[in-house]
Protein backbone atom coordinates (compact mmCIF):
# COMPACT_ATOMS: atom_id res chain seq x y z
CA UNK A 1 0.00 0.00 0.00
CA UNK A 2 1.58 3.29 -0.98
CA UNK A 3 1.57 5.81 1.92
CA UNK A 4 0.31 8.87 -0.32
CA UNK A 5 -3.02 7.14 -1.28
CA UNK A 6 -3.86 6.18 2.40
CA UNK A 7 -5.64 8.76 5.38
CA UNK A 8 -3.32 9.10 7.68
CA UNK A 9 -3.27 13.24 9.17
CA UNK A 10 -0.76 12.92 12.03
CA UNK A 11 0.11 15.42 13.92
CA UNK A 12 2.99 17.32 15.56
CA UNK A 13 1.47 18.26 18.59
CA UNK A 14 -0.18 16.34 21.22
CA UNK A 15 -4.17 17.76 21.59
CA UNK A 16 -4.60 18.97 24.89
CA UNK A 17 -7.88 17.33 25.56
CA UNK A 18 -6.29 13.96 25.71
CA UNK A 19 -4.88 12.74 28.95
CA UNK A 20 -3.50 9.19 28.79
CA UNK A 21 -1.11 7.89 26.48
CA UNK A 22 -3.25 5.85 24.05
CA UNK A 23 -5.64 8.63 23.53
CA UNK A 24 -2.42 11.07 22.57
CA UNK A 25 -0.87 9.07 20.39
CA UNK A 26 -3.87 7.87 18.28
CA UNK A 27 -5.02 11.01 17.83
CA UNK A 28 -1.16 12.07 16.60
CA UNK A 29 -0.74 9.05 14.94
CA UNK A 30 -3.99 9.75 12.94
CA UNK A 31 -5.92 6.65 13.91
CA UNK A 32 -8.72 8.46 15.39
CA UNK A 33 -10.57 11.24 15.21
CA UNK A 34 -13.12 12.83 17.46
CA UNK A 35 -16.73 13.19 15.75
CA UNK A 36 -18.78 14.29 19.49
CA UNK A 37 -18.23 13.48 23.18
CA UNK A 38 -17.46 9.58 23.50
CA UNK A 39 -18.03 8.94 19.63
CA UNK A 40 -15.02 8.34 17.41
CA UNK A 41 -14.16 7.82 13.78
CA UNK A 42 -11.68 4.76 12.97
CA UNK A 43 -9.34 5.86 10.38
CA UNK A 44 -8.06 3.87 7.98
CA UNK A 45 -4.91 2.39 10.58
CA UNK A 46 -7.05 1.66 13.25
CA UNK A 47 -9.53 -0.32 11.09
CA UNK A 48 -6.78 -2.09 9.90
CA UNK A 49 -5.92 -3.34 13.86
CA UNK A 50 -9.72 -3.46 14.40
CA UNK A 51 -10.20 -5.95 11.39
CA UNK A 52 -6.78 -8.13 12.77
CA UNK A 53 -8.42 -8.40 16.62
CA UNK A 54 -11.97 -8.99 14.98
CA UNK A 55 -10.72 -12.30 12.78
CA UNK A 56 -8.48 -13.49 15.86
CA UNK A 57 -11.82 -13.26 17.62
CA UNK A 58 -13.46 -15.39 14.77
CA UNK A 59 -11.10 -18.15 14.74
CA UNK A 60 -10.96 -18.59 17.98
CA UNK A 61 -14.50 -18.53 18.52
CA UNK A 62 -15.45 -20.80 15.19
CA UNK A 63 -13.01 -23.41 16.19
CA UNK A 64 -14.99 -23.97 19.74
CA UNK A 65 -18.60 -24.45 17.75
CA UNK A 66 -19.32 -20.53 17.69
CA UNK A 67 -21.61 -18.57 14.69
CA UNK A 68 -21.15 -15.34 13.59
CA UNK A 69 -24.42 -13.14 13.20
CA UNK A 70 -25.70 -9.77 13.40
CA UNK A 71 -28.50 -7.93 14.78
CA UNK A 72 -29.60 -4.77 14.24
CA UNK A 73 -28.18 -2.37 16.70
CA UNK A 74 -31.89 -0.80 16.14
CA UNK A 75 -34.43 -2.27 19.17
CA UNK A 76 -37.82 -2.05 19.93
CA UNK A 77 -38.14 -0.98 23.24
CA UNK A 78 -40.87 -3.50 23.99
CA UNK A 79 -38.24 -6.63 24.30
CA UNK A 80 -36.54 -4.54 26.89
CA UNK A 81 -40.02 -4.09 28.87
CA UNK A 82 -40.38 -7.80 28.90
CA UNK A 83 -37.34 -8.35 30.26
CA UNK A 84 -37.90 -5.64 33.03
CA UNK A 85 -34.69 -3.43 31.82
CA UNK A 86 -36.01 -0.96 29.50
CA UNK A 87 -36.13 1.72 33.01
CA UNK A 88 -32.78 0.26 34.82
CA UNK A 89 -30.50 1.83 33.28
CA UNK A 90 -31.69 5.33 33.01
CA UNK A 91 -30.03 7.83 31.32
CA UNK A 92 -26.99 5.49 29.82
CA UNK A 93 -30.03 4.10 27.19
CA UNK A 94 -30.12 5.78 24.15
CA UNK A 95 -33.68 5.79 22.96
CA UNK A 96 -35.33 7.50 19.97
CA UNK A 97 -39.08 7.22 18.42
CA UNK A 98 -39.33 6.27 14.99
CA UNK A 99 -41.93 8.19 12.44
CA UNK A 100 -44.90 6.54 14.12
CA UNK A 101 -43.79 7.89 17.71
CA UNK A 102 -42.79 3.98 18.55
CA UNK A 103 -40.25 3.54 21.42
CA UNK A 104 -36.76 2.48 20.06
CA UNK A 105 -32.99 2.06 21.74
CA UNK A 106 -29.96 1.92 20.35
CA UNK A 107 -28.78 -1.46 21.70
CA UNK A 108 -25.93 -1.55 24.59
CA UNK A 109 -26.08 -4.93 24.57
CA UNK A 110 -28.48 -7.90 23.11
CA UNK A 111 -29.54 -10.03 25.81
CA UNK A 112 -33.09 -9.18 24.79
CA UNK A 113 -32.82 -9.80 21.24
CA UNK A 114 -30.98 -12.75 21.31
CA UNK A 115 -33.85 -14.54 23.90
CA UNK A 116 -36.57 -12.99 21.37
CA UNK A 117 -35.10 -14.92 18.63
CA UNK A 118 -34.50 -18.15 20.25
CA UNK A 119 -38.32 -18.01 21.88
CA UNK A 120 -39.65 -17.62 18.15
CA UNK A 121 -37.81 -20.09 16.26
CA UNK A 122 -36.71 -22.74 18.77
CA UNK A 123 -38.69 -24.94 20.53
CA UNK A 124 -36.75 -28.46 21.63
CA UNK A 125 -34.25 -29.28 23.69
CA UNK A 126 -32.34 -31.21 20.47
CA UNK A 127 -31.19 -27.73 18.83
CA UNK A 128 -29.54 -26.93 21.73
CA UNK A 129 -26.70 -25.61 23.03
CA UNK A 130 -25.96 -23.12 20.66
CA UNK A 131 -23.42 -20.60 20.49
CA UNK A 132 -24.04 -17.32 18.68
CA UNK A 133 -22.10 -14.04 18.74
CA UNK A 134 -21.81 -10.93 17.09
CA UNK A 135 -19.43 -8.04 15.99
CA UNK A 136 -20.96 -4.63 16.23
CA UNK A 137 -21.09 -1.02 17.42
CA UNK A 138 -23.27 -0.50 20.96
CA UNK A 139 -24.78 2.78 22.62
CA UNK A 140 -24.43 3.73 26.05
CA UNK A 141 -24.59 7.08 27.23
CA UNK A 142 -21.99 7.30 29.53
CA UNK A 143 -22.35 9.74 31.78
CA UNK A 144 -18.18 11.01 31.47
CA UNK A 145 -16.46 9.53 28.27
CA UNK A 146 -12.94 9.49 28.46
CA UNK A 147 -9.46 8.64 27.43
CA UNK A 148 -10.62 8.48 24.05
CA UNK A 149 -11.34 4.30 23.12
CA UNK A 150 -11.46 3.51 26.67
CA UNK A 151 -15.09 4.70 27.48
CA UNK A 152 -16.63 5.66 24.56
CA UNK A 153 -20.60 6.47 23.65
CA UNK A 154 -20.60 4.14 20.49
CA UNK A 155 -18.11 1.36 20.97
CA UNK A 156 -17.71 -1.72 18.72
CA UNK A 157 -18.63 -5.32 20.91
CA UNK A 158 -18.42 -9.03 20.29
CA UNK A 159 -21.00 -10.30 22.30
CA UNK A 160 -21.78 -14.22 22.38
CA UNK A 161 -25.10 -15.82 23.54
CA UNK A 162 -24.88 -19.34 24.47
CA UNK A 163 -28.24 -21.34 25.02
CA UNK A 164 -28.46 -24.78 26.67
CA UNK A 165 -30.68 -27.12 28.37
CA UNK A 166 -28.77 -28.06 31.29
CA UNK A 167 -26.34 -26.02 34.02
CA UNK A 168 -23.56 -28.54 32.88
CA UNK A 169 -23.90 -27.67 29.60
CA UNK A 170 -23.60 -24.17 30.63
CA UNK A 171 -20.66 -24.92 32.33
CA UNK A 172 -18.71 -26.86 30.03
CA UNK A 173 -19.68 -24.02 26.93
CA UNK A 174 -18.31 -20.87 30.08
CA UNK A 175 -15.22 -22.80 30.57
CA UNK A 176 -14.56 -23.14 26.62
CA UNK A 177 -15.53 -19.90 26.38
CA UNK A 178 -13.02 -18.77 29.10
CA UNK A 179 -10.39 -20.53 27.38
CA UNK A 180 -11.13 -19.14 23.70
CA UNK A 181 -10.63 -15.79 25.70
CA UNK A 182 -7.58 -16.51 26.97
CA UNK A 183 -6.17 -17.69 23.41
CA UNK A 184 -7.29 -14.27 22.14
CA UNK A 185 -5.36 -12.25 24.51
CA UNK A 186 -2.43 -14.28 24.50
CA UNK A 187 -2.38 -13.92 20.68
CA UNK A 188 -2.49 -10.01 20.71
CA UNK A 189 0.10 -10.08 23.01
CA UNK A 190 -1.79 -8.20 25.84
CA UNK A 191 -0.86 -8.46 29.75
CA UNK A 192 -3.93 -9.50 31.45
CA UNK A 193 -5.46 -11.34 34.25
CA UNK A 194 -8.91 -12.62 34.21
CA UNK A 195 -10.81 -12.24 38.15
CA UNK A 196 -13.66 -13.57 39.42
CA UNK A 197 -16.14 -10.60 39.33
CA UNK A 198 -19.38 -8.97 40.10
CA UNK A 199 -22.26 -9.65 37.92
CA UNK A 200 -24.13 -6.79 39.02
CA UNK A 201 -27.33 -6.33 38.04
CA UNK A 202 -26.97 -9.85 35.19
CA UNK A 203 -28.74 -12.23 37.74
CA UNK A 204 -26.67 -12.13 40.20
CA UNK A 205 -24.16 -15.21 39.39
CA UNK A 206 -20.98 -16.37 38.32
CA UNK A 207 -19.23 -14.08 36.04
CA UNK A 208 -15.47 -13.29 35.31
CA UNK A 209 -13.98 -10.17 33.74
CA UNK A 210 -10.57 -10.03 31.86
CA UNK A 211 -8.40 -7.14 32.65
CA UNK A 212 -5.37 -5.66 31.30
CA UNK A 213 -2.77 -4.57 33.34
CA UNK A 214 -2.75 -0.73 32.82
CA UNK A 215 -2.06 2.61 35.62
CA UNK A 216 -5.12 4.31 33.37
CA UNK A 217 -7.33 1.15 34.12
CA UNK A 218 -10.37 2.22 36.17
CA UNK A 219 -11.03 -1.33 37.65
CA UNK A 220 -9.08 -2.20 40.52
CA UNK A 221 -7.89 -6.11 41.57
CA UNK A 222 -6.58 -8.18 44.14
CA UNK A 223 -4.61 -10.75 43.21
CA UNK A 224 -2.14 -13.00 45.76
CA UNK A 225 1.62 -12.80 45.43
CA UNK A 226 1.86 -16.13 45.74
CA UNK A 227 -0.85 -18.23 44.07
CA UNK A 228 -3.38 -17.85 40.77
CA UNK A 229 -5.93 -15.94 43.54
CA UNK A 230 -6.87 -12.83 41.98
CA UNK A 231 -10.59 -10.79 41.92
CA UNK A 232 -12.17 -7.57 41.17
CA UNK A 233 -11.60 -5.50 44.34
CA UNK A 234 -15.39 -5.71 44.89
CA UNK A 235 -15.74 -8.93 45.23
CA UNK A 236 -12.12 -10.03 46.78
CA UNK A 237 -12.13 -11.62 50.14
CA UNK A 238 -9.00 -12.71 52.53
CA UNK A 239 -8.74 -15.54 55.34
CA UNK A 240 -10.62 -14.66 58.75
CA UNK A 241 -9.54 -16.49 61.11
CA UNK A 242 -12.48 -16.79 64.27
CA UNK A 243 -10.55 -16.25 67.61
CA UNK A 244 -12.12 -17.49 70.49
CA UNK A 245 -12.67 -14.56 73.11
CA UNK A 246 -11.16 -14.99 76.50
CA UNK A 247 -11.36 -11.45 77.34
CA UNK A 248 -14.11 -10.77 80.37
CA UNK A 249 -17.22 -9.14 78.66
CA UNK A 250 -17.40 -5.69 80.53
CA UNK A 251 -20.82 -3.73 81.20
CA UNK A 252 -21.74 -1.66 78.59
CA UNK A 253 -21.70 1.90 79.36
CA UNK A 254 -22.56 5.13 77.80
CA UNK A 255 -19.83 8.33 77.81
CA UNK A 256 -19.83 12.01 76.81
CA UNK A 257 -17.94 12.20 73.08
CA UNK A 258 -18.20 15.55 72.25
CA UNK A 259 -16.99 16.18 68.12
CA UNK A 260 -16.16 12.62 67.39
CA UNK A 261 -17.64 12.32 64.15
CA UNK A 262 -14.91 10.20 62.52
CA UNK A 263 -13.08 7.20 63.86
CA UNK A 264 -9.89 8.94 64.29
CA UNK A 265 -11.21 11.63 66.11
CA UNK A 266 -13.18 9.04 68.52
CA UNK A 267 -9.76 6.62 68.70
CA UNK A 268 -8.22 9.76 70.08
CA UNK A 269 -10.64 11.04 72.61
CA UNK A 270 -10.99 7.97 73.50
CA UNK A 271 -7.74 6.43 73.69
CA UNK A 272 -9.23 3.04 72.18
CA UNK A 273 -7.66 1.82 68.77
CA UNK A 274 -9.91 1.98 65.92
CA UNK A 275 -9.92 -1.40 65.11
CA UNK A 276 -11.39 -1.78 68.64
CA UNK A 277 -14.08 0.30 67.23
CA UNK A 278 -17.48 -0.69 66.06
CA UNK A 279 -18.11 1.59 62.63
CA UNK A 280 -21.78 1.11 61.41
CA UNK A 281 -22.76 2.54 58.12
CA UNK A 282 -26.84 2.94 56.94
CA UNK A 283 -27.18 1.48 53.47
CA UNK A 284 -30.47 1.42 51.34
CA UNK A 285 -31.40 -2.43 49.41
CA UNK A 286 -33.90 -1.51 46.11
CA UNK A 287 -34.36 1.98 47.27
CA UNK A 288 -36.27 1.08 50.89
CA UNK A 289 -35.22 -1.70 52.79
CA UNK A 290 -32.64 0.26 55.64
CA UNK A 291 -29.35 -2.11 56.43
CA UNK A 292 -26.93 -1.21 59.42
CA UNK A 293 -23.80 -2.72 57.94
CA UNK A 294 -21.12 -2.74 60.79
CA UNK A 295 -17.21 -3.76 60.51
CA UNK A 296 -14.76 -2.90 62.67
CA UNK A 297 -13.07 0.58 62.61
CA UNK A 298 -10.13 -0.31 60.92
CA UNK A 299 -11.61 -1.51 57.57
CA UNK A 300 -14.66 -0.05 55.42
CA UNK A 301 -18.12 -1.65 53.87
CA UNK A 302 -17.90 -3.39 50.84
CA UNK A 303 -21.23 -2.13 49.17
CA UNK A 304 -21.34 -4.62 46.83
CA UNK A 305 -20.61 -7.78 49.08
CA UNK A 306 -23.46 -6.33 51.31
CA UNK A 307 -25.53 -6.27 48.25
CA UNK A 308 -25.33 -10.07 47.69
CA UNK A 309 -25.31 -10.60 51.20
CA UNK A 310 -28.92 -9.36 51.53
CA UNK A 311 -30.00 -10.82 48.02
CA UNK A 312 -30.94 -6.79 46.86
CA UNK A 313 -30.73 -5.73 42.78
CA UNK A 314 -29.34 -2.18 44.19
CA UNK A 315 -27.55 -0.89 46.78
CA UNK A 316 -26.91 2.42 48.02
CA UNK A 317 -26.11 4.68 51.07
CA UNK A 318 -28.08 6.01 52.76
CA UNK A 319 -29.34 9.93 52.24
CA UNK A 320 -28.79 11.83 55.28
CA UNK A 321 -32.73 12.38 55.41
CA UNK A 322 -33.02 8.89 55.48
CA UNK A 323 -30.40 8.94 58.67
CA UNK A 324 -32.61 11.52 60.26
CA UNK A 325 -35.81 9.54 59.64
CA UNK A 326 -34.69 6.86 61.22
CA UNK A 327 -32.17 8.31 64.11
CA UNK A 328 -33.06 11.85 63.86
CA UNK A 329 -31.26 14.36 63.37
CA UNK A 330 -27.33 13.16 64.16
CA UNK A 331 -24.30 13.67 62.23
CA UNK A 332 -23.71 9.53 60.50
CA UNK A 333 -21.11 9.38 63.67
CA UNK A 334 -22.95 9.03 66.07
CA UNK A 335 -25.04 5.93 64.36
CA UNK A 336 -24.80 2.73 66.41
CA UNK A 337 -26.56 -1.08 66.26
CA UNK A 338 -28.51 -0.39 69.73
CA UNK A 339 -31.98 0.23 70.33
CA UNK A 340 -32.76 0.44 66.60
CA UNK A 341 -35.84 0.82 64.98
CA UNK A 342 -37.17 -2.72 64.19
CA UNK A 343 -37.31 -2.93 60.43
CA UNK A 344 -33.42 -2.40 60.21
CA UNK A 345 -31.58 -5.46 58.92
CA UNK A 346 -28.05 -5.61 60.36
CA UNK A 347 -25.59 -7.25 59.10
CA UNK A 348 -21.83 -7.49 60.66
CA UNK A 349 -18.55 -8.40 58.87
CA UNK A 350 -17.48 -11.25 60.13
CA UNK A 351 -14.37 -9.65 61.92
CA UNK A 352 -16.64 -8.14 64.68
CA UNK A 353 -16.79 -11.68 65.81
CA UNK A 354 -13.69 -11.46 67.21
CA UNK A 355 -14.08 -7.96 68.81
CA UNK A 356 -14.97 -7.53 72.49
CA UNK A 357 -15.78 -4.33 74.55
CA UNK A 358 -15.95 -2.46 71.60
CA UNK A 359 -17.28 1.33 71.19
CA UNK A 360 -20.21 1.94 69.25
CA UNK A 361 -22.33 5.16 68.23
CA UNK A 362 -25.48 5.33 70.56
CA UNK A 363 -27.50 6.94 68.34
CA UNK A 364 -27.56 9.78 70.49
CA UNK A 365 -25.34 13.74 69.66
CA UNK A 366 -22.43 13.53 71.23
CA UNK A 367 -22.52 10.15 72.80
CA UNK A 368 -20.81 6.65 72.52
CA UNK A 369 -21.27 3.57 73.67
CA UNK A 370 -18.29 1.24 75.39
CA UNK A 371 -18.08 -2.14 76.17
CA UNK A 372 -20.63 -3.21 73.55
CA UNK A 373 -20.22 -6.82 72.22
CA UNK A 374 -22.14 -8.40 69.63
CA UNK A 375 -24.95 -10.98 70.38
CA UNK A 376 -24.89 -9.40 73.90
CA UNK A 377 -25.92 -5.97 73.31
CA UNK A 378 -27.26 -5.89 69.58
CA UNK A 379 -28.14 -9.14 67.12
CA UNK A 380 -26.76 -8.62 63.49
CA UNK A 381 -28.96 -10.91 61.07
CA UNK A 382 -25.89 -12.35 59.97
CA UNK A 383 -22.40 -12.17 59.59
CA UNK A 384 -20.51 -12.52 56.70
CA UNK A 385 -17.83 -11.11 54.98
CA UNK A 386 -18.82 -7.32 54.06
CA UNK A 387 -15.13 -5.74 54.70
CA UNK A 388 -13.40 -4.36 51.34
CA UNK A 389 -10.18 -6.52 51.45
CA UNK A 390 -7.25 -4.70 52.39
CA UNK A 391 -3.16 -5.26 51.04
CA UNK A 392 -1.82 -7.43 52.78
CA UNK A 393 -4.47 -9.52 54.14
CA UNK A 394 -3.58 -13.21 53.51
CA UNK A 395 -5.33 -14.27 50.44
CA UNK A 396 -8.01 -16.34 50.52
CA UNK A 397 -6.36 -19.70 49.54
CA UNK A 398 -4.01 -19.23 52.26
CA UNK A 399 -1.09 -18.68 49.77
CA UNK A 400 0.96 -15.36 49.80
CA UNK A 401 -0.52 -12.11 51.20
CA UNK A 402 -3.04 -9.70 48.54
CA UNK A 403 -1.57 -7.51 46.68
CA UNK A 404 -3.53 -4.21 44.56
CA UNK A 405 -2.86 -3.72 40.72
CA UNK A 406 -5.55 -1.34 38.03
CA UNK A 407 -6.32 -2.44 34.98
CA UNK A 408 -8.80 -2.09 31.92
CA UNK A 409 -11.39 -4.19 31.46
CA UNK A 410 -11.33 -6.03 28.38
CA UNK A 411 -13.63 -8.71 28.29
CA UNK A 412 -16.37 -9.82 30.59
CA UNK A 413 -18.26 -13.61 30.68
CA UNK A 414 -21.74 -14.22 32.41
CA UNK A 415 -23.52 -17.25 33.77
CA UNK A 416 -26.94 -15.59 33.09
CA UNK A 417 -29.01 -19.08 33.92
CA UNK A 418 -32.95 -18.13 33.34
CA UNK A 419 -33.05 -14.64 34.19
CA UNK A 420 -34.14 -13.53 30.40
CA UNK A 421 -35.99 -16.25 29.29
CA UNK A 422 -38.09 -16.46 32.34
CA UNK A 423 -38.96 -13.25 32.09
CA UNK A 424 -39.42 -13.48 28.05
CA UNK A 425 -41.21 -16.78 28.15
CA UNK A 426 -38.13 -18.29 26.11
CA UNK A 427 -38.90 -22.08 26.79
CA UNK A 428 -38.08 -25.35 25.03
CA UNK A 429 -40.08 -28.77 25.23
CA UNK A 430 -37.29 -30.82 27.88
CA UNK A 431 -36.06 -34.56 27.56
CA UNK A 432 -38.92 -34.57 29.70
CA UNK A 433 -41.40 -33.33 27.50
CA UNK A 434 -42.20 -30.09 29.61
CA UNK A 435 -41.46 -26.54 28.77
CA UNK A 436 -38.21 -25.55 30.45
CA UNK A 437 -36.69 -22.09 30.61
CA UNK A 438 -34.06 -22.10 28.33
CA UNK A 439 -30.28 -21.60 30.15
CA UNK A 440 -28.35 -18.92 29.21
CA UNK A 441 -24.72 -17.28 29.50
CA UNK A 442 -23.50 -14.04 27.75
CA UNK A 443 -19.93 -13.36 26.94
CA UNK A 444 -18.36 -9.88 25.33
CA UNK A 445 -15.20 -8.38 24.24
CA UNK A 446 -14.99 -4.90 23.92
CA UNK A 447 -12.57 -4.90 20.54
CA UNK A 448 -12.95 -0.64 20.11
CA UNK A 449 -11.99 -0.86 24.17
CA UNK A 450 -8.64 -3.09 23.37
CA UNK A 451 -7.19 -0.65 20.87
CA UNK A 452 -6.58 1.28 23.54
CA UNK A 453 -5.70 -0.99 26.01
CA UNK A 454 -2.86 -2.54 23.72
CA UNK A 455 -1.98 1.15 22.90
CA UNK A 456 -1.23 1.80 26.61
CA UNK A 457 0.68 -1.15 27.08
CA UNK A 458 2.91 -0.61 24.14
CA UNK A 459 3.25 2.58 23.13
CA UNK A 460 6.16 5.05 23.93
CA UNK A 461 6.83 8.65 23.86
CA UNK A 462 7.83 8.28 20.26
CA UNK A 463 4.21 7.08 19.53
CA UNK A 464 2.27 3.54 19.05
CA UNK A 465 3.80 0.17 18.79
CA UNK A 466 1.70 -2.54 17.45
CA UNK A 467 2.32 -5.99 18.23
CA UNK A 468 3.03 -7.99 15.28
CA UNK A 469 -0.28 -10.06 15.44
CA UNK A 470 -2.48 -6.75 15.27
CA UNK A 471 -0.33 -4.46 13.91
CA UNK A 472 -2.05 -2.61 10.85
CA UNK A 473 0.84 -3.59 8.26
CA UNK A 474 4.51 -6.18 9.25
CA UNK A 475 6.90 -3.94 7.04
CA UNK A 476 6.87 -0.08 6.76
CA UNK A 477 9.29 0.48 4.09
CA UNK A 478 10.87 4.55 4.04
CA UNK A 479 13.01 5.62 1.00
CA UNK A 480 14.43 8.16 2.09
CA UNK A 481 14.13 9.95 -1.77
CA UNK A 482 11.81 7.61 -3.69
CA UNK A 483 12.44 10.36 -6.64
CA UNK A 484 16.15 8.69 -6.80
CA UNK A 485 15.98 6.23 -9.16
CA UNK A 486 18.14 3.32 -7.16
CA UNK A 487 16.45 3.69 -4.24
CA UNK A 488 13.13 3.88 -5.41
CA UNK A 489 13.75 0.75 -7.60
CA UNK A 490 15.38 -1.06 -4.36
CA UNK A 491 12.61 -0.07 -2.28
CA UNK A 492 9.69 -1.68 -5.09
CA UNK A 493 11.72 -4.80 -5.41
CA UNK A 494 11.58 -5.31 -1.68
CA UNK A 495 8.17 -4.10 -1.12
CA UNK A 496 7.37 -7.37 -3.84
CA UNK A 497 9.57 -9.59 -2.36
CA UNK A 498 7.75 -9.06 0.91
CA UNK A 499 4.41 -9.55 -0.63
CA UNK A 500 5.75 -12.47 -1.77
CA UNK A 501 6.13 -13.83 1.53
CA UNK A 502 2.69 -12.85 2.15
CA UNK A 503 3.75 -9.99 4.30
CA UNK A 504 1.49 -6.23 4.56
CA UNK A 505 3.68 -3.51 3.31
CA UNK A 506 3.51 0.03 3.69
CA UNK A 507 5.62 1.84 1.11
CA UNK A 508 6.04 5.86 2.09
CA UNK A 509 6.34 7.01 -1.29
CA UNK A 510 5.66 10.74 -0.60
CA UNK A 511 7.85 13.68 -1.41
CA UNK A 512 8.33 14.50 2.53
CA UNK A 513 11.50 15.15 4.40
CA UNK A 514 13.62 12.01 5.89
CA UNK A 515 12.87 13.67 9.11
CA UNK A 516 9.03 13.89 8.77
CA UNK A 517 8.99 10.06 7.03
CA UNK A 518 10.72 9.02 10.74
CA UNK A 519 8.71 11.26 13.06
CA UNK A 520 5.41 9.62 11.02
CA UNK A 521 7.06 6.00 10.94
CA UNK A 522 7.52 6.01 14.87
CA UNK A 523 3.77 7.77 15.50
CA UNK A 524 2.03 5.01 13.94
CA UNK A 525 4.15 2.15 15.60
CA UNK A 526 4.46 -0.62 12.82
CA UNK A 527 6.56 -3.13 13.89
CA UNK A 528 9.26 -3.24 11.48
CA UNK A 529 10.78 -0.54 9.42
CA UNK A 530 12.94 -0.63 6.11
CA UNK A 531 15.06 2.04 5.21
CA UNK A 532 16.10 2.73 1.51
CA UNK A 533 19.06 5.55 1.40
CA UNK A 534 22.28 6.35 0.02
CA UNK A 535 23.33 2.26 -0.12
CA UNK A 536 20.62 1.87 -2.22
CA UNK A 537 23.13 0.75 -5.06
CA UNK A 538 25.20 -1.60 -3.02
CA UNK A 539 21.85 -3.34 -1.98
CA UNK A 540 22.09 -2.29 1.49
CA UNK A 541 19.02 -1.22 3.65
CA UNK A 542 18.40 -0.54 7.88
CA UNK A 543 16.46 -2.59 9.02
CA UNK A 544 14.52 -0.66 12.22
CA UNK A 545 12.29 -2.58 14.99
CA UNK A 546 9.88 -0.47 16.53
CA UNK A 547 9.53 -1.69 19.62
CA UNK A 548 13.41 -2.04 21.23
CA UNK A 549 15.05 0.36 18.95
CA UNK A 550 17.13 -2.15 17.48
CA UNK A 551 19.02 -0.61 13.89
CA UNK A 552 20.80 -3.07 11.55
CA UNK A 553 22.47 -2.47 8.13
CA UNK A 554 21.54 -5.55 5.85
CA UNK A 555 21.67 -7.21 2.17
CA UNK A 556 18.43 -7.15 0.15
CA UNK A 557 19.00 -10.99 0.13
CA UNK A 558 19.19 -11.69 3.56
CA UNK A 559 16.15 -9.54 4.38
CA UNK A 560 13.39 -11.77 4.73
CA UNK A 561 14.95 -14.30 7.06
CA UNK A 562 16.46 -11.63 9.24
CA UNK A 563 12.89 -10.16 9.30
CA UNK A 564 11.48 -13.47 9.94
CA UNK A 565 13.53 -14.29 12.92
CA UNK A 566 13.14 -10.80 14.26
CA UNK A 567 9.35 -11.19 14.41
CA UNK A 568 9.45 -15.11 15.30
CA UNK A 569 11.74 -13.49 18.40
CA UNK A 570 9.39 -11.09 19.17
CA UNK A 571 6.57 -13.39 19.29
CA UNK A 572 8.44 -14.68 22.19
CA UNK A 573 9.03 -11.59 24.22
CA UNK A 574 5.33 -10.93 24.06
C1 LIG B 1 -27.98 -1.25 29.35
C2 LIG B 1 -27.09 -0.17 29.45
C3 LIG B 1 -25.80 -0.36 29.88
C4 LIG B 1 -25.38 -1.65 30.25
C5 LIG B 1 -26.28 -2.73 30.14
C6 LIG B 1 -27.58 -2.52 29.69
C7 LIG B 1 -23.67 -3.09 31.01
C8 LIG B 1 -25.81 -4.05 30.50
C9 LIG B 1 -23.99 -5.50 31.28
C10 LIG B 1 -23.75 -6.28 30.01
C11 LIG B 1 -23.64 -7.74 30.21
C12 LIG B 1 -23.07 -8.49 29.03
C13 LIG B 1 -23.34 -9.19 26.72
C14 LIG B 1 -21.84 -9.05 26.49
C15 LIG B 1 -21.07 -9.09 27.77
C16 LIG B 1 -21.62 -8.12 28.81
N1 LIG B 1 -24.08 -1.85 30.70
N2 LIG B 1 -24.51 -4.17 30.92
O1 LIG B 1 -26.52 -5.06 30.43
F1 LIG B 1 -29.23 -1.03 28.91
CL1 LIG B 1 -27.63 1.40 28.98
O2 LIG B 1 -23.67 -5.74 28.95
N3 LIG B 1 -23.79 -8.29 27.80
Not at 85 to 102: A, F, I, S, V
Not at 166 to 186: C, G, H, K, P, R
Not at 463 to 487: C, K
Amino acid sequence: MKQSQIFVPTLRETPSDAEVLSHQMMLRAGYIRQVSSGVYSYLPLAYRVIQKIENIIREELNAIGGTEMLLPALVPADIWKESGRYDTYGPEMMKLQDRHDRDFLLGPTHEETFTKLIRDDIKSYKKLPLHLYQIQPKYRDEKRPRFGLLRGREFIMKDSYTFHDTEVSLDEMYSEIWQAYNNIFTRIGLDFRSIIADAGAMGGRESIEFIAISNVGEDTIAYSDESGYAANIEMATSKFNERTNTEVQLQKEIVDTPETTTIEDLSTFLEVKPSNILKSVLLVADGKKPILAIVRGDHDVNEIKVRMAVGAEIIETASDAHIEDLFGNIPAGYVGPIDLPEDVTIVADLYVKNMVNSVTGANEVEKHFINVNAGRDFEPSQYTDIRMVQEGDVSPDGQGTLQFTTGIEIGHIFKLGTRFSEAMGATVLGKDGRPTPVIMGSYGIGISRLLSAIAEQNADEKGLVWPAAVAPFDVHITPINYNDEHQQALADEITDLFKAEGYEVLIDDRKERPGVKFTDAELMGIPIRVTVGKKAEDGIVELNIRKTGEMVETKKDDLINTISILMSSQEESN
